[in-house]
């Protein structure tokens, strides 16, 4: 059996509320209302996609993910604009983006490489960490993005790294947490 995984971080309750309202303000650049805006209650921080993977390579991702990240310190994630960021083809995201990192690209490299050991195949030459708040089609869609966007200045701690499981509901996608690793405390 296969499922659809992916690795984020989560984000706090008053993250997710002000990102909720932001995306409120953002709907009125959607004016031919293409936009498939998401539940905040499922706003997550994704920092790599597995796609399709085996229920036996779950067992190898998290004894994997916990080997390299067993030293791996928690950090502060800025999050700091929005965008329109086309993710292929056929899929095109409104997301807010975390301030490239040190940090946050080391996590995310470390994870790419949790997924190339498993055996996973990664194509993520145009891939950015991100938290997704609307989708739409990649190609043919007549959202225009704003000359400028609506301010965002906020602060996340990664804590932790999940792997989700995805699955289509009918309101959008399902995610259920299959591992949780905590990375060290900063302190």
Known sequence: MKIRAFFALTLPDSVVRWLADHADTLC??????????????TYHLTLCFLGEISLEQVD??????????KDFTSFQ??????????????LALVAAMPQTSDEIMSLHDVMMGVATDAGIPQDDDDFKPHITLGRLPGKKNG????????EVDLISLA??????QSKPG???SIYTPLFEIPLQDLA
């Open 60 to 69: 190898q991702v998290e004894a994997l993910a916990k080997a390299r990240l």
């Open 77 to 90: 994630v800025k999050i700091q604009a929005t965008d329109y960021y086309r993710v292929s083809k056929k």
């Open 159 to 164: 804590d932790s790294v999940i792997l989700f």
């Open 28 to 41: 009125a650049f959607d004016q031919q209302v293409e936009v498939d805006w998401v539940d905040s209650e």
């Open 170 to 172: 009918e309101r959008g």
């Open 143 to 150: 959202f225009k993005p704003p000359e400028e966007w609506p």
